[in-house]
């Protein structure tokens, strides 16, 4: 039985790594609550792998937040997601851990990347200055990988995913990304029988999603890939994997999808005088097709995935 650290079982991503997990058979999960095991801490993470003969390292703990945290606390940002990935990592290795994977994010390309966005537009322009502290930590956590696998020979890889949705998504009315969002716009609109529904910007932007059970399939995929195999798609210094649908749709497209889903009949209104935000992020999901994986979960039935799961929950995003 292999035991199985997932850091961060609590979010989005981490819960969904648990599932896909759990669903196996022959893994013996491995998780601590922030009360039981502060990532913060050095030498309370050292102490925990020392003890805990771990297998395996799925690294989905982070600090996330929309445009306004990020904005609001880039030093939070920057500080906690270094100290989370270096505690964690560093420790693996002091404890024998060969194999980790390390869970990122797509702003850490340049803002002006050219679409589809490959691996290889790493580090080749700047980046979007909103979100640039979290963007310099998760690129920092892509390099440690790589730096642990040429100086001690570790196996620690690292995938990048596109936006993502689903169980566990934060529908708080403030600081929630679009799609969740969107999803408790209309259906408080429903509700409260609105005639329509304000959309921001002209609804032209291209955006590409992907449910987070679809994350997590590819995250666990990436991982038991052979050692030949993975490295026959990546190199030494260019590591990293993105993990997307290489499908976008418009931003109208997006909202009008949500809005039948939830069953809001009135009508939907696109503000222009919004700002639309960059025209298009779309990932090259070439080299994770090469590795044999592909999506499952088409938008529609995430979505509608997705609003069931918030029915079922909606009392914890209250206020």
């Keep these: 039985m292999m035991r199985v650290f997932?850091?961060?079982?609590?979010?989005?991503?981490?819960?969904?790594i648990v599932r896909q997990l759990?669903?196996?058979?022959?893994?013996?999960?491995?998780?601590?609550?922030?009360?039981?095991?502060?990532?913060?801490d050095q030498q309370a993470v050292q102490a925990f792998f020392a003890e805990q003969a771990i297998d395996q390292v799925y690294l989905a703990a982070a600090k996330v937040g929309g445009i306004v945290a990020n904005n609001s606390y880039p030093a939070d940002f920057i500080y906690q997601n270094l100290?989370?990935?270096?505690?964690?990592?560093?420790a693996a290795h002091l404890a024998g851990v060969s194999k980790l994977l390390f869970l990122g994010s797509s702003c850490i390309y340049p803002k002006l990347a050219a679409q589809p966005m490959a691996e290889s537009a790493l580090l080749t322009g700047e980046l979007e200055p909103?979100?640039?502290?979290?963007?310099?930590?998760?690129?920092?956590?892509?390099?440690?990988?790589?730096?642990?696998n040429r100086q001690y020979g570790r196996d620690y890889r690292s995938v990048m995913p596109t936006n993502l949705y689903g169980p566990n998504d934060n529908f708080h009315p403030e600081n929630s990304?679009?799609?969740?969002?969107?999803?408790?716009?209309?259906?408080?609109?429903?509700?409260?029988?609105?005639?329509e529904v304000v959309a921001w910007g002209t609804g032209k932007p291209m955006r590409e999603f992907l449910h987070v059970d679809d994350m997590a399939a590819a995250s666990v995929h990436v991982m038991e890939l052979d050692n030949a195999s993975y490295q026959a798609s990546t190199d030494?210094?260019?590591s990293h994997i993105n993990v997307g649908t290489g499908v976008d749709c418009?931003?109208?497209?997006?909202?009008?999808?949500?809005?039948?889903?939830?069953?809001f009949e009135g009508a939907i209104r696109f503000d222009a005088t919004k700002p639309d935000g960059t025209p298009r992020k779309l990932m090259d999901v070439s080299r994770l097709a090469d590795l044999g994986w592909r999506y499952q979960i088409d938008l529609e039935?995430?979505?509608?995935?997705?609003y069931q799961w918030f029915l079922a929950n909606q009392e914890a995003f209250r206020g």
């Design 177 to 195: 990304h679009v799609i969740p969002a969107l999803i408790r716009r209309f259906h408080e609109a429903k509700l409260s029988g609105d005639a």
């Design 236 to 238: 030494l210094m260019l």
């Design 22 to 40: 759990q669903a196996r058979g022959n893994v013996e999960l491995v998780v601590r609550s922030r009360d039981e095991l502060n990532l913060l």
């Design 130 to 148: 909103t979100n640039e502290p979290y963007a310099i930590a998760k690129i920092a956590g892509i390099k440690l990988c790589e730096s642990y």
């Design 83 to 90: 100290m989370i990935e270096c505690n964690i990592i560093h």
């Design 6 to 16: 997932v850091a961060g079982h609590r979010g989005m991503v981490g819960s969904a």
């Design 301 to 306: 039935d995430g979505l509608r995935s997705s």
């Design 250 to 263: 418009t931003i109208r497209e997006l909202v009008e999808t949500v809005a039948k889903v939830v069953g």
